[in-house]
C-alpha cells in the first residue's frame, strides 16, 4: 500500500484528535481556540477549562456574530433551537446536548415589592426585568408566562428587556426593578444580593443547553477536544457543582423500608 | 345507562367478595359498575382551562408518586396497602385523563421524570406520617379541583374535573380512620384559587 499524501494527512489528524481527547479526558487544558457560550455559562466553562478565550454573551447574538464569519471554534447555546438552526444552515457541526436547567425568580435581598410568589408579579406597580425573547432565557420566560395564563399581566409590569440573563441579574442585584426572571444558576453567583422565589414546577419550561464546533474553525481537533472535556465525568461533575442539572434525572432516593415489615 | 348496563353479575360478584376480604372501606373505593371515563375529546381549550389543566396534571404526579413511595415503604397494613393500590390506580387514570385534554388542546403533558418531588422528613418511616401525609395530599387535590371544577369554562372539562375531586374527597374518607382524621367535617370543603393551588403544591417539589 503506497503512503499517499493524503493518507499521511489524515493520518496526522487522526493522531491529533486522539491526542487532543486524551488530554482533554486527563483534565489538561485546551488552549488555542476561542468558545463562544451562553451567559449563564459564564463562571462555571472557565472552571472547567481556563485555557480557551471565552466571548460570553446571549446566545442569539452569538449566533448571529458565528452567521457573520466571527471567529469562533466552539458554540455553547442555552437551548437547542438556536444551534439546530446553526447546523441546519451548515454553520455547526452537530450539536450534542450537556446541561439541562431551570428557571427561578429573583427579587432585590430587601424585597421592596413583597413578592413571594409568581402571582405577585400580576399586581399593579411591581416592576419586572425580562431577557428579549430572541434570548432563550426570554423565549424561557414567556413560555412559563403563557403556560400559567398570567402573561399579560406580567407582561404590563415588564420595565426592561435585556439581552441576556446576567443583565437581568445585575438590575435586580442592584434593586433597580423589583423582580427579574434568570437561570437558578445564575441566582446561585449572588447569594447575598438576590433572594430566589420558585417558579412553580408545573409551568417549568425544559431548558436544554446543546454545543458544537463551528465547521470554519481552523482548530477543530481542539474544538473537539473541548466539546469532550465538557461531556466528560469532570466536565459533568463540575457543571453538577455550579448547580446546572444533568441531562438525565438520576433515580430516586427516597429511603424505604422493605416489604417485609407489613403490619398486620 | 351505559354504566348501568354494565354493571354484570360477575362485576356484582367481584364486588361482593371485595367487601368480604376487605371490609367496608375498600369496597366503597372500590370502582362501581365499571364506570366510563369522561370524554377527554374536549378540543382546543381556552388559556386560562389550560392552565388549569396543566396544574391538575402536576398534582396528579405528585399523587402518583406520593403512593408510589407509600406502597415501596412496607410500613402500612394489608387493608391501607389495597387502598393505597386502588388510590395509586385511581390517580393514574385521572393524570391519563388531563393529559389527553391538555394533548388535544396541542399541549405537553408533564411526565414523572420532568418534576422532582420532595416530603417532609420522616414522611415514610412509620405509617402515621404517612397516613397523614396521605389525609394532606388528599385535601390539597379536592381543594385544587373543586377551585379547578368552579374557575374553567369549558363545561365538559369542570364536570370531568368535579368527578375527580369526588374521587378524591372518597380517597381521603378511605385513610381518614386510620389516620385518626376527622371524615368530613365542612358542608363546603376549601376551594383552592389556582394561586393558592400552586402555592400549595411547591411545598412538595424541589
Redesign the interface.
Known amino acids: 500500500m503506497r503512503w499517499t499524501r493524503t493518507r499521511v494527512s489524515a493520518l496526522i489528524a487522526a493522531v491529533a484528535v486522539a491526542c487532543a481527547v486524551a488530554a482533554s479526558v486527563a483534565g489538561a487544558s485546551v488552549s488555542g481556540i476561542t468558545v463562544y457560550a451562553a451567559a449563564s455559562l459564564t463562571d462555571v466553562f472557565p472552571a472547567i477549562d481556563s485555557g480557551p478565550t471565552y466571548s460570553f454573551a446571549g446566545s442569539n447574538t452569538l449566533a448571529a456574530q458565528i452567521q457573520l464569519g466571527a471567529p469562533a471554534d466552539v458554540f455553547a447555546s442555552a437551548n437547542t433551537t438556536i444551534p439546530a438552526t446553526l447546523y441546519a444552515k451548515g454553520l455547526i457541526e452537530k450539536p450534542v446536548d450537556f446541561t439541562r436547567n431551570t428557571l427561578v425568580i429573583v427579587v432585590p435581598k430587601s424585597n421592596p415589592a413583597g413578592i413571594t410568589?409568581?402571582?405577585d408579579l400580576t399586581k399593579p406597580g411591581v416592576s419586572v426585568d425580562i431577557a428579549a425573547s430572541g434570548v432563550p432565557v426570554g423565549s424561557y420566560t414567556l413560555q412559563i408566562l403563557?403556560?400559567?395564563?398570567i402573561k399579560s399581566a406580567v407582561l404590563a409590569n415588564v420595565v426592561s428587556e435585556e439581552t441576556d440573563v446576567r443583565e437581568v441579574l445585575s438590575k435586580v442585584a442592584l434593586g433597580q426593578v423589583d423582580a427579574g426572571f434568570v437561570y437558578s444558576t445564575d441566582a446561585q453567583t449572588v447569594p447575598g444580593q438576590v433572594t430566589v422565589v420558585?417558579v412553580?414546577?408545573?409551568?417549568?419550561p425544559?431548558v436544554t443547553y446543546a454545543m458544537a464546533v463551528v465547521t470554519k474553525s481552523p482548530n477543530q481537533s481542539s474544538a473537539q477536544a473541548f466539546v469532550n472535556e465538557v461531556l466528560s465525568k469532570a466536565g459533568q461533575a463540575k457543571l453538577a457543582s455550579f448547580g446546572f442539572l444533568p441531562l438525565h434525572?438520576p433515580k430516586e432516593t427516597?429511603?424505604?423500608?422493605?416489604?417485609?415489615?407489613?403490619?398486620? | 345507562m351505559r354504566a348501568v348496563a354494565a354493571f354484570t353479575r360477575a362485576a356484582a360478584l367481584r364486588g361482593g367478595a371485595a367487601l368480604l376480604l376487605t371490609g367496608a372501606g375498600l369496597t366503597a373505593l372500590a370502582p362501581t359498575a365499571e364506570a366510563t371515563p369522561p370524554d377527554s375529546t374536549l378540543g382546543a381549550l381556552p388559556?386560562?382551562d389550560?392552565?388549569y389543566v396543566?396544574?391538575l396534571?402536576?398534582l396528579e404526579l405528585l399523587t402518583i408518586d406520593f403512593y408510589g413511595?407509600a406502597l415501596?415503604?412496607?410500613?402500612?397494613?394489608?387493608v391501607e396497602?389495597r387502598h393505597a393500590r386502588l388510590v395509586h390506580s385511581n390517580e393514574r387514570d385521572h393524570y391519563a385523563f388531563l393529559a389527553r385534554v391538555l394533548a388535544a388542546s396541542g399541549g405537553v403533558p408533564?411526565t414523572s421524570?420532568?418534576?422532582?418531588f420532595s416530603?417532609p422528613h420522616g414522611a415514610?418511616?412509620s405509617?402515621s406520617s404517612l397516613l397523614d401525609l396521605a389525609i394532606t395530599l388528599e385535601t390539597l387535590s379536592l381543594s385544587a379541583d373543586l377551585g379547578a371544577a368552579g374557575s374553567v369554562v369549558t363545561p365538559a372539562l369542570s364536570g370531568a374535573v368535579a368527578q375527580i375531586a369526588a374521587n378524591e374527597a372518597q380517597h381521603r374518607a378511605a385513610f381518614a380512620p386510620a389516620a385518626k382524621a376527622t371524615l368530613f367535617q365542612d358542608a363546603f370543603p376549601e376551594s383552592f384559587t389556582i394561586?393558592e393551588a400552586?402555592?400549595a403544591?411547591?411545598a412538595y417539589?424541589s
Not at chain 1, 422493605?258 to 403490619?263: A, G, I, L, R, W
Not at chain 2, 415501596?72 to 394489608?78: I, M, P, R, T
Request: proline share 5%; hydrophobic share 40%.
Open positions: 410568589s409568581i402571582y403563557s403556560q400559567m395564563n420558585k412553580p414546577a408545573w409551568a417549568q425544559k434525572k427516597i429511603a424505604t423500608k422493605p416489604p417485609e415489615k407489613k403490619k398486620k | 388559556a386560562g389550560l392552565a396543566r396544574l396534571i402536576a413511595h415501596a415503604s412496607g410500613q402500612l397494613s394489608a396497602t408533564l421524570a420532568d418534576i422532582d416530603y415514610f418511616e405509617a394561586e400552586s402555592n403544591l411547591d417539589t
